[in-house]
């Protein structure tokens, strides 16, 4: 039957009116009676849990605004909240990070049916590759798929100078997943995920990471827990155990940087895009700086009354974005 914490949850769940965390809560103690033996009721659970999921996701479909609710009291100023439309179609990635995100997604649509065999979906996801490359696109993608708000920790109010004040936010952080179901981001993850032999480390930071470690494993919420970092080999080694996947971003190649190129500048007319001198242009250039070139060309284009794109603006673009050195900013 249900532990004293899960029945202690579910009451308060019902009584914030959270019907996330209600289902969620109820997915456990399903789970737990299937792993006792207890198939029929364990089966009977699931039918009903997934008839309120239906219920629940209909209602919010009828519903014209999807309200976002922005957080309050302590945890104010602790993360940003927001409800992204992104979808998986609007990246560019390579076809092996594709398919990986596509198994997130599967795996937590079809949770119930996991933890009523004792097994858990990917929630714990750590991103790395170098900046502009779509890591954090990502975590508003999940957002996107799985009707989730995204929520962004705020590094800057979370680190304090004051011994163990971090680490107390960092749980209230924590403490959040399990009451509001979301997709928590930790972007620019380095700033607390350092490694414990760092040089410049004075001790508090190496507390923080031990308390986000702790965190982490004992983590049993609904939401999905994303942290973002250029730095992989600032990470401490620790860190890679505790996710459940690690995706490794780079930058895009010719043929990706062609598809960007498509995408962006769909509603516009071109003369011959002469690709050899386009992709050459951007050669090393990330993600986010291909579509920015594009936006600026699209600008000129459009300032001067005109529906085509020229090669030449675009190329043109693409220099403006990078370093007097030649490389991308």
Not at 12 to 33: C, W, Y
Not at 136 to 164: C, D, N, R, W, Y
Not at 205 to 234: K, P, T, Y
Request: aromatic share 6%; charged share 25%; hydrophobic share 45%.
């Amino acid at each position: 039957m249900a532990t004293a914490q899960q029945l202690k949850a579910l009451i308060e769940s019902f009584t914030e009116n959270n019907p996330d965390r209600f289902l969620s809560v109820a997915s456990q103690i399903a789970a737990h009676a299937a792993r006792s033996g207890k198939e029929k009721l364990a089966q009977d659970l699931l039918k009903l849990i997934e008839q309120a999921r239906r219920a629940s996701n209909a209602s919010r479909e009828a519903s014209q605004v999807v309200p976002i609710t922005q957080p309050t009291g302590e945890l104010s100023g602790l993360v940003s909240a927001a409800f992204p439309k992104t979808r998986l179609t609007d990246m560019v990635l390579p076809t092996a990070i594709n398919h990986r995100l596509k198994r997130v997604l599967v795996e937590y649509r079809q949770s119930d049916r996991l933890q009523l065999h004792g097994l858990s979906p990917r929630r714990k996801l750590l991103l790395l590759g170098p900046p502009g490359c779509g890591k954090s696109m990502t975590a508003s993608v999940i957002a996107g798929e799985l009707h989730l708000p995204l929520l962004t920790v705020q590094f800057h109010t979370l680190i304090t100078k004051f011994m163990g004040e971090t680490a107390a936010k960092l749980r209230l952080v924590f403490d959040a997943m399990a009451k509001s179901r979301g997709v928590y981001l930790f972007d620019e993850f380095d700033a607390i995920g350092a490694h414990r032999q760092a040089g410049h480390d004075v001790g508090e930071i190496r507390r923080v990471l031990n308390s986000f470690l702790v965190f982490l494993e004992q983590d049993e919420s609904g939401s999905m827990i994303i942290g973002a970092s250029n730095l992989v080999e600032m990470l401490d080694a620790a860190l890679f155990r505790r996710f459940d996947d690690v995706l490794h971003y780079g930058m895009p190649t010719r043929d990706m940087a062609k598809r960007l190129i498509v995408s962006r500048l769909a509603a516009f007319k071109s003369t011959r895009w002469q690709w050899k001198p386009t992709l050459a242009a951007a050669e090393g250039m990330s993600h986010a700086d291909i579509v920015k070139a594009c936006e600026d060309a699209a600008k000129e284009a459009v300032l001067a009354d005109r529906d085509t794109i020229r090669p030449s603006e675009l190329r043109r673009a693409m220099l403006h974005r990078r370093t007097p050195t030649g490389k991308p900013c």
